[in-house]
């Protein structure tokens, strides 16, 4: 999806009056501010493709607000390595950018550490659940407060081979049998490849098939892990290992690893995020045209949850007054529907607003993110807590120690219920 063409109205919007930006990177010298105008540095990860289209979304705002100039500068694309760049930089109080971006489970933190500032003034609650789905909103919102603004979704995708399949499995029987068929018939395939390596892709994975299952992430208040429905998709994800329909590499794989996998076209089926799709349909994939993606199986057969994912926009706390202001209108024009479709069809970022799913501009130059609206609807966040990277230490541990039969699931996630309970009651 990287790179593809926009609407010609659309383009001719963006393009007036604009030249084409070299790609800026990391470690570039940060650009003189100009004597005559307020500077807003709006800190993000480097994006795919050509820079161009996104340099005249801002140049489309400083025009229509001359007395700003908006600077970018790139953060690191890793998610951990971005967050301890943050943690390192909000923590000390610096105050020389004004916009961030924000990872969906980061939201609670920052703002319980006050780190980000509450926007509710500017992007009210009520407001932002009438334009945007629900799991965005969620992670955005907390305590009834706005501290962002969704600016892109990512939600968990299966993806399967067209010509070894007859369809999409619907739950997680017909996964394995559709699996070990095509492993019978064309030996050295992997039947299903997905990220079990001990990382946030592990906690996603799991959470996804705790859902099919019927589970609730939150009881009561405490985060529900010592639970049937957790058990029973930790055995499940350890079975697919014990049973070989996957490979014992998924347990030291994350995304790329098992994308570059079912892409050389060794794998039947594949979890990962709307970003692979376009690297499977790329011109020279081996797959190309034979890959069909769908919402990940349950038990029962209904349509499953993927996890939520994305980025928001954030106003840094320790913004002057004199800036903030004017940071919020930038985070406004980033959000807007507009600013969501150039996103989507220049770099395959998936609009969090419902009504750029209905645009024909989407439809005609992004038809698989158009696609991807009922999977979207569906997405879940894992637990929201302003602790949650702590909490995923935990979890990645114990998921970790289930799927690779070092504790048993029951034994993992009473632990874990320990742990995490735990560091709830001792939280400040």
Not at 47 to 58: C, K, M, T, V
Not at 145 to 173: E, H, I, K, S
Not at 287 to 299: D, K, N, Q, S
Not at 323 to 341: G, T, Y
Request: hydrophobic share 45%; proline share 8%; with cysteine.
């Amino acid at each position: 999806m990287r790179g593809q063409g926009t609407s010609a109205a659309l383009a001719l919007l963006l393009w007036a009056g604009t030249t084409a930006c070299a790609r800026e990177h990391p470690q570039v010298a940060k650009t003189p501010p100009s004597p005559h105008r307020t500077r807003i540095v709006f800190k993000h990860q480097p994006l795919w493709g050509d820079e161009a289209p996104f340099r005249a979304l801002l140049r489309q705002f400083e025009r229509t607000h001359p007395h700003l100039e908006v600077v970018t500068e790139h953060i690191p694309n890793a998610a951990d390595v971005a967050h301890q760049y943050f943690l390192t930089a909000l923590e000390g109080g610096a105050s020389d950018f004004d916009v961030l971006v924000v990872d969906v489970v980061w939201v609670s933190e920052f703002a319980r550490a006050g780190w980000i500032a509450d926007i509710s003034g500017a992007f009210p609650p009520e407001t932002l659940r009438e334009a945007y789905f629900v799991g965005p909103v969620e992670a955005v919102v907390v305590e009834g407060r706005t501290f962002a603004v969704p600016w892109f979704v990512d939600v968990g995708l299966l993806y399967f081979r067209t010509d070894l399949v007859p369809r999409a499995p619907r739950t997680y029987a017909e996964l394995e049998r559709f699996a070990t068929q095509a492993m019978a018939r064309q030996p050295g395939l992997a039947g299903y490849v997905w990220q079990g390596r001990q990382y946030e892709g592990l906690t996603c994975n799991v959470y996804e098939a705790f859902w099919g299952r019927g589970g609730e992430t939150m009881e009561g208040g405490r985060i529900a892990l010592k639970t049937p429905p957790m058990s029973q998709a930790l055995a499940y994800l350890r079975g697919l290992l014990t049973s070989g329909v996957s490979p014992p590499s998924v347990t030291s794989a994350a995304e790329e690893e098992v994308r570059r996998t079912f892409q050389q076209g060794n794998a039947v089926f594949m979890r990962n995020w709307p970003y692979a799709w376009s690297e499977l349909q790329a011109p020279g994939s081996p797959v190309r045209g034979r890959v069909g993606w769908a919402p990940l199986p349950t038990e029962s057969g209904e349509a499953g949850a993927g996890t939520l994912g994305g980025w928001q926009l954030a106003l840094n706390a320790h913004t002057p007054p004199e800036r903030r202001e004017d940071a919020l209108r930038l985070i406004a024009h980033l959000a807007s529907a507009d600013a969501n479709l150039l996103m989507a069809l220049h770099y395959a970022r998936n609009p969090p607003r419902r009504s750029v799913y209905a645009a024909p501009a989407l439809h005609d130059g992004a038809p698989f993110i158009a696609s991807l609206l009922p999977a979207i609807e569906r997405a879940r966040p894992r637990p929201v807590t302003p602790y949650y990277n702590l909490v995923a230490d935990i979890l990645q541990s114990e998921f970790s120690a289930a799927i690779n039969g070092i504790r048993t699931p029951e034994a993992a996630m009473e632990r874990a219920q320990r742990l995490v309970d735990h560091l709830m009651e001792e939280a400040p």
